[in-house]
């Protein structure tokens, strides 16, 4: 049994939690998974309390139907993948690899739905979850820059934040924040990476989500393993690269 007043929250001691899991709903909007946020991912932060809660989320996904389960497990990505961890120093995937396996086996059933064809937002947010729950660094998170359509990211010569735009408003790097309500005076465009000489995570992504049927995505992620060009300076650079570089631990 888990003694919940000898672990803590962003807010003290976690002795509310138990009742707080207990009350857990499938339904998104209900207020209690707000509580269950703010005290176990403050701001991305996680604390003692968090990874203790893991297997409470796993029991809730594993007892709804997979398409009503994205809650628990966005909330426990969320919680894996944070880099903002407690003093202890504690690893959730050595503390808590059976939760961790279990969540990842229903995010794998959850990502099955076929109602997910027409929903790219939850998709997204559901692979990126799986690749939380697989231990991937950064992209867990950070592959939802995909629903922005967006990644701000600096320079790596000379540190200019640029916009790397890709989607509705076009395929270039700009420095004007404005973007979406002008023509910036200044846009670069970025140049893809061919599908057929991706490696690795990109590969993997760009496959998956072609046989899950969501083309466009698969285009835009071309775009995020790709390369820009700073309009600043105009030195080229690595997006992939400067997402890591950015988010990283």
């Not at 320079?155 to 309500?181: I, L």
């Not at 899950?212 to 309009?231: E, I």
Request: negative net charge; hydrophobic residues 40%; glycine residues 8%.
């Amino acid at each position: 049994m888990t003694d919940w007043s000898r672990l803590n929250h962003a807010y003290g001691t976690a002795q509310d939690i138990p009742s707080l899991l207990d009350a857990m709903s499938p339904d998104p909007q209900d207020a209690g998974w707000d509580a269950l946020w703010s005290r176990l991912c403050h701001q991305g932060t996680v604390y003692s309390a968090s990874y203790a809660a893991l297997p409470a989320f796993a029991d809730a996904a594993r007892r709804w139907p997979a398409t009503e389960r994205r809650a628990p497990l966005y909330l426990a990505g969320a919680i894996v993948a944070s880099i903002d961890r407690p003093d202890s120093g504690e690893d959730p995937y050595l503390s808590h690899p059976a939760a961790i396996a279990e969540l990842r086996g229903l995010t794998e059933e959850a990502l099955q739905d076929p109602g997910l064809t027409g929903d790219p937002l939850n998709y997204v947010q559901l692979l990126g979850t799986l690749l939380s729950f697989e231990g991937v660094e950064v992209w867990g998170e950070q592959i939802d820059g995909l629903n922005g359509e967006e990644y701000e990211l600096p320079c790596p010569a000379c540190e200019t934040e640029n916009f790397v735009v890709f989607g509705e408003h076009g395929y270039f790097s700009t420095t004007d924040g404005m973007y979406m309500r002008h023509a910036p005076a200044k846009q670069l465009p970025l140049r893809p990476q061919d599908p057929s000489v991706m490696q690795g995570l990109a590969r993997r992504l760009h496959a998956r989500m072609v046989a899950d049927g969501h083309p466009d995505l698969a285009h835009k992620l071309t775009y995020v393993f790709g390369r820009a060009q700073c309009a600043d300076c105009g030195v080229p650079f690595s997006v992939e690269e400067a997402v890591v570089t950015r988010w990283g631990a």
